[in-house]
């Protein structure tokens, strides 16, 4: 893909979370329980799943976390998604509500744009560049 259309992507991406979010102003929920999803990804290892989510990775993620998911994005940087270790519902919920600092918004919340699929999609393929210390199922505490 064209740099000025992954910029017109990203645009419209952050648009259309914008419209969801009613303008990064809070708001927003979850669209599913913490307690619903799963504690593993049940895509994980699905050939088709990683490639959609290796998809949705690249034009919805790579901007903030860069194309190798390690963090060195377009828009400065992103979490090393490389060597996360929270578990998959923390991926979930993360995604889906974004990351508020209190003082910015970190991440944008995707709840309202991606679907479950989508984000279950994403972290298949994020699974596949796991490095040592990556934990992908439940934590541990």
């Known amino acids: 893909m064209k740099l000025i259309d992954r910029g017109i992507a990203l645009a419209m991406a952050v648009a259309v979370v914008m419209a969801v ?5 809070g708001g ?11 504690a593993t990804n049940p895509l994980s290892g699905d050939a088709k ?3 959609e989510g290796r998809s949705w990775f690249r034009n919805v993620c790579g901007v903030c976390h860069g194309g190798r998911a390690d963090g060195a994005g377009d828009r400065g940087h992103g979490a090393d998604l ?8 923390k ?9 508020d600092t209190g003082l910015t918004m970190t991440m944008p ?9 989508q984000i279950y999609q994403i972290g298949a ?8 210390g990556a934990k992908w199922g439940e934590p541990t505490k």
Do not use: C, H, M, Q
């Open 109 to 117: 919340r995707w709840g309202g744009v991606l679907k479950d699929e």
């Open 28 to 38: 927003g929920s979850v669209a599913r329980a913490e307690s619903e999803v799963p």
């Open 82 to 89: 490389r060597v996360f270790n929270k578990g998959f519902r």
């Open 49 to 51: 799943a990683i490639a």
């Open 21 to 25: 979010n009613g303008g990064g102003s």
């Open 125 to 132: 393929y994020l699974e596949t560049l796991a490095i040592e």
């Open 91 to 99: 991926f979930v919920e993360t995604v889906k509500n974004g990351k």
